[in-house]
């Protein structure tokens, strides 16, 4: 994903609006290592808030737990939820699709 966000703003398509109530605009922050350590850079706020987003998604959300909700293999983060789109796949396809 990090790799398909580099091409997408390095073609120049950014999401509509501002990124913040200043008035900035996503399109006025540059991409890649610029974003964080260059003149144009995010503020630390911004950083910090998107730093404490990912660690509540690792730590909350994006858990292994064990079989008894669900998960049926290693990397299996759907917690118990959409359990019947999984189940309407064939082995061939779940393999396929674990694979990738």
């Known amino acids: 994903l990090a790799f398909l966000g580099q091409i997408t703003t390095r073609s120049g398509h950014f999401f509509d609006g501002n990124i913040d109530y200043s008035g900035?605009?996503?399109s006025s922050y540059p991409s890649g290592l610029a974003a964080i350590?260059?003149?144009d850079a995010i503020p630390?706020?911004?950083i910090q808030q998107i730093l404490a987003f990912i660690g509540i998604l690792e730590l909350a959300v994006m858990k292994g737990i064990d079989n008894d909700q669900g998960n049926e293999?290693?990397?299996d983060f759907r917690n118990?939820?959409?359990v019947n789109?999984?189940?309407s796949?064939?082995?061939a396809t779940k393999m396929r699709k674990r694979a990738i």
Do not use: E, I
């Open 24 to 26: 900035h605009a996503f």
């Open 37 to 39: 350590f260059g003149d």
């Open 44 to 46: 630390k706020a911004g």
């Open 73 to 75: 293999f290693v990397g």
């Open 80 to 82: 118990g939820k959409f």
């Open 85 to 87: 789109s999984w189940n």
């Open 89 to 91: 796949f064939d082995d």
